[in-house]
């Protein structure tokens, strides 16, 4: 059965005349018959052309956290574009997101860029240019953007071409990467000490950065195991590397200070996109003194025409003004545990095995096993069909997460306590309909 009512389907038909697969994005092609055009959205709900409605948990890949259409957020833009929105030089709002920043993660200095892919790229760039080295490694299962040296064993690589664990492989994947730039890439599994260790302590001359997403945001939400992001910290610490945190899906989300205040670790350069514009395109890097230093002019480049434009940054301070005096985080955890909580008791009634795992903000659910996966590599034995056919139901239903295991659940301010109620007794027909077929 398609997900697409008879106007969606219309529209999704015109769509892929002009855009190639009807969508701006590969990952938003769910195939021809379920990808849906979505009209509006309003605090935890969208609707479809179809005017069906559903209760949010994809979020966009997890930038709304206060609510579809916030009018605080809506009202700053459309008051701060009045006067321009774009001069190549700065303005105030740039000043005051910039202090905000500062204020609520802790971070030395910030440049402001507008997507998460350029962020990466350019705390890369940096942490190559600060060290004088070349290679950086990453972990498998972990998504840093769109730019070439990232797309390596990322969460849409499967287990075949990953390698062995003790001698794993950089996979490209995709095409039309340079072949040479594997060279470049070191992917090693998450939450392994000895093979993060053994690999610093055989090539530290050549590695100027580790970044990591501190959670495995773009595969289930997996948690790093207890010290292992010290762990990271230390080696770094001791050899010179750059600790870069790709915060982008857990920044303003997990915490006001994001992941280096829930996990009480700081990293050297840190990636924010995301929560910080509830949906409007604006990014960060962010760092220590010295290492956000390297961007000097004539010397490092970073730049860009639209790289803290006044939409995105005025959102962006609205945004984190809300976050600074309301109690978003905290309204958005309560909600997350009743739904990991509820979640849990129903797949255990069922007999289905199963872990939710994540935090209430940013959750998972991974079927087939009661045991956790610590890597990338354990989240793929679990039982991903299964999760699939839980999600469409659900889908169905009006309830609407990502049919797709390894992207998590995403939550936002606007989340009531029936809004939790309804999913939790529509996760419980969509199971009950799955047990059944
Ligand atoms: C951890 C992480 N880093 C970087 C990116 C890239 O961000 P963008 O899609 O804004 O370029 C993403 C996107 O999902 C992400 O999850």
């Given at each position: 059965?398609?997900?697409?009512?008879?106007?969606?389907?219309?529209?999704?038909?015109?769509?892929?005349?002009?855009?190639?697969?009807?969508?701006?994005?590969?990952?938003?092609?769910?195939?021809?018959?379920?990808?849906?055009?979505?009209?509006?959205?309003?605090?935890?709900?969208?609707?479809?052309?179809?005017?069906?409605?559903?209760?949010?948990?994809?979020?966009?890949?997890?930038?709304?956290?206060?609510?579809?259409?916030?009018?605080?957020?809506?009202?700053?833009?459309?008051?701060?574009?009045?006067?321009?929105?774009?001069?190549?030089?700065?303005?105030?709002?740039?000043?005051?997101?910039?202090?905000?920043?500062?204020?609520?993660?802790?971070?030395?200095?910030?440049?402001?860029?507008?997507?998460?892919?350029?962020?990466?790229?350019?705390?890369?760039?940096i942490a190559r240019a600060y060290t004088n080295r070349e290679k950086f490694i990453k972990f498998e299962g972990q998504y840093h953007g769109q730019v070439d040296y990232f797309m390596f064993s990322t969460a849409s690589t499967p287990a075949r071409a990953l390698g062995s664990r003790r001698s794993p492989i950089s996979s490209p994947t995709t095409s039309g990467i340079?072949?040479?730039?594997h060279k470049y890439v070191i992917n090693l599994p998450f939450n392994d000490f000895e093979a993060v260790e053994r690999t610093v302590k055989d090539q530290w001359g050549d590695i100027a950065a580790i970044i990591v997403e501190p959670l495995l945001g773009n595969a289930a939400g997996i948690l790093p195991e207890p010290d292992f992001l010290e762990h990271l910290r230390?080696?770094?610490?001791?050899?010179?590397?750059?600790?870069?945190?790709?915060?982008?899906?857990?920044?303003?989300?997990?915490?006001?200070?994001?992941?280096?205040?829930?996990?009480?670790?700081?990293?050297?350069?840190?990636?924010?996109?995301?929560?910080?514009?509830?949906?409007?395109?604006?990014?960060?890097?962010?760092?220590?003194?010295?290492?956000?230093?390297?961007?000097?002019?004539?010397?490092?480049?970073?730049?860009?025409?639209?790289?803290?434009?006044?939409?995105?940054?005025?959102?962006?301070?609205?945004?984190?003004?809300?976050?600074?005096?309301?109690?978003?985080?905290?309204?958005?955890?309560?909600?997350?545990?009743?739904?990991?909580?509820?979640?849990?008791?129903?797949?255990?009634?069922?007999?289905?095995?199963?872990?939710?795992?994540?935090?209430?903000?940013?959750?998972?659910?991974?079927?087939?096993?009661?045991?956790?996966?610590?890597?990338?590599?354990?989240?793929?034995?679990?039982?991903?069909?299964?999760?699939?056919?839980?999600?469409?139901?659900?889908?169905?239903?009006?309830?609407?997460?990502?049919?797709?295991?390894?992207?998590?659940?995403?939550?936002?301010?606007?989340?009531?306590?029936?809004?939790?109620?309804?999913?939790?007794?529509?996760?419980?027909?969509?199971?009950?309909?799955?047990?059944?077929?």
């Open positions: 059965m398609s997900m697409q009512g008879p106007q969606t389907k219309a529209l999704f038909e015109k769509a892929r005349q002009y855009i190639p697969y009807g969508v701006n994005s590969n990952f938003r092609y769910w195939g021809d018959d379920d990808t849906l055009v979505i009209q509006r959205g309003q605090g935890a709900y969208i609707w479809d052309a179809d005017g069906k409605r559903y209760i949010d948990y994809r979020l966009a890949f997890g930038p709304i956290i206060l609510g579809h259409a916030h009018p605080k957020v809506n009202q700053a833009v459309a008051e701060a574009i009045q006067n321009g929105t774009l001069f190549a030089w700065t303005t105030p709002y740039e000043i005051s997101l910039a202090e905000r920043i500062v204020r609520l993660t802790g971070v030395d200095k910030v440049r402001l860029t507008n997507t998460g892919s350029e962020a990466t790229m350019h705390a890369l760039r340079p072949r040479d730039i230390k080696l770094c610490d001791e050899y010179g590397i750059v600790l870069i945190f790709d915060e982008v899906k857990t920044g303003f989300r997990i915490a006001n200070g994001g992941a280096q205040e829930y996990f009480g670790v700081r990293a050297d350069l840190v990636t924010y996109a995301k929560a910080m514009g509830n949906g409007f395109p604006i990014a960060a890097i962010g760092g220590k003194e010295e290492v956000m230093m390297t961007v000097q002019p004539g010397a490092t480049a970073h730049g860009g025409t639209y790289s803290g434009n006044v939409a995105g940054a005025a959102a962006a301070d609205a945004v984190l003004a809300i976050l600074e005096t309301e109690p978003v985080i905290e309204t958005i955890w309560q909600r997350g545990e009743a739904l990991m909580k509820g979640i849990d008791g129903i797949l255990r009634d069922a007999g289905i095995p199963h872990v939710v795992t994540g935090l209430p903000p940013i959750f998972s659910i991974m079927l087939g096993s009661d045991e956790a996966p610590k890597d990338f590599r354990g989240y793929l034995q679990t039982d991903g069909e299964l999760y699939e056919a839980i999600a469409m139901e659900l889908i169905a239903r009006g309830v609407m997460p990502d049919s797709d295991g390894r992207e998590p659940w995403f939550l936002c301010a606007a989340l009531s306590e029936d809004d939790v109620a309804e999913t939790l007794n529509v996760f419980s027909d969509a199971v009950k309909a799955v047990k059944k077929a």
